[in-house]
């Protein structure tokens, strides 16, 4: 299935139905009696939070929705029927927006969670009981951006290639795909992990480049979902097999998360080390530790080295984080 993290759709609630006027007649009644009923009420478009799904795909494709219009009444004060409520599924972590006006309607970050964005309208008033008959009313309408933000504990970023999706295929249960040649993840990927202490969610997020934060790659739609995440696993590439120096992608790595913004200069981040097994990584790692004071987590992700460690980290500062929110 194909990763779609934005859409544009057109809701339409229901139009109320019609009142009935009507009189009830008997032979030898002076007067008939009024006893028209009032017309349903149109449902509502609502949109629900999914935990089972993780794209706005079919938003892309049909993008036009209305709700059941409201029954018509009927003589005998019958009421007509409400219209049914047309509830839209969406990914937990779908900003709602109005897309004339950009106004956020709802951030629908848990599961169940649901934000009417169209009403229905009311019934036209039927004359019974000696009413005045009033028109039904239409329901509203509107356009509406969808915007997703993937919800992870756990951010993984880096260059392309710097070993992200193999490490996020060794620590939890997901299989990232992995190959030898850049961008292979071009979307991102969330993978459970599971420990002693409690369970987490880490996102492989598609590899940052130069420029990322002003877009440049669809850098800014990708940098966009660590802003949910409680930590960023940062992989560096230290033996070079890109043939970059792992010393200037540390720099720049960080000169993006720093241009993109508060929401991410401020997240607690690990620096981690990858491909230490390789025999080109040990020059590059003293350098490294000459330049910058840091604590390093040193692993190999293809090797399955240091992984333990790394793990017991996020869930130590997981843990903390959850007691101070508590």
Not at 202 to 209: E, M, R
């Amino acid at each position: 299935m194909k990763f779609i993290d934005e859409a544009k759709i057109f809701v339409k609630a229901g139009n109320g139905g019609k009142g009935c006027e009507s009189f009830y007649r008997l032979k030898y009644m002076r007067f008939p009696r009024p006893n028209g009923g009032d017309g349903g009420r149109g449902g509502d478009v609502a949109l629900v939070a999914d935990h089972r799904l993780h794209t706005l795909q079919d938003y892309k494709f049909k993008q036009h929705y209305q709700a059941e219009n409201g029954g018509n009444a009927s003589s005998n004060r019958k009421k007509g029927k409400d219209g049914h409520v047309c509830q839209l599924r969406v990914p937990m972590g779908t900003i709602v927006r109005d897309f004339e006006t950009g106004l956020l309607i709802k951030d629908l970050v848990d599961d169940g969670q649901s934000v009417a964005v169209v009403k229905g309208g009311e019934g036209g008033f039927g004359n019974a009981g000696g009413k005045k008959t009033s028109p039904p009313e239409a329901g509203e309408e509107r356009t509406i951006k969808l915007e997703l933000k993937v919800i992870a504990d756990v951010g993984i970023i880096g260059f392309p290639n710097a070993g992200k999706s193999t490490l996020i295929s060794a620590i939890s249960k997901v299989h990232s795909k992995v190959a030898g040649y850049p961008f292979t993840t071009k979307q991102p990927i969330l993978g459970y992990v599971f420990s002693d202490q409690l369970e987490f969610v880490v996102a492989d997020l598609p590899g940052i480049i130069e420029g990322a934060h002003q877009g440049k790659g669809l850098g800014d739609r990708f940098l966009k979902h660590a802003e949910r995440t409680k930590i960023l696993v940062h992989v560096i590439d230290m033996a070079a097999t890109e043939g970059r120096d792992p010393l200037d992608d540390f720099e720049k790595v960080n000169y993006e998360i720093e241009q993109y913004g508060e929401v991410l200069r401020e997240k607690k981040r690990i620096v981690v080390a990858n491909k230490i097994d390789l025999s080109t990584a040990k020059q590059h790692l003293k350098r490294f530790k000459e330049k910058y004071n840091i604590d390093l987590f040193l692993i190999s992700a293809v090797e399955k080295q240091g992984l333990e460690k790394l793990k017991e980290e996020i869930v130590h500062i997981l843990c903390l984080e959850n007691s101070l929110n508590q």
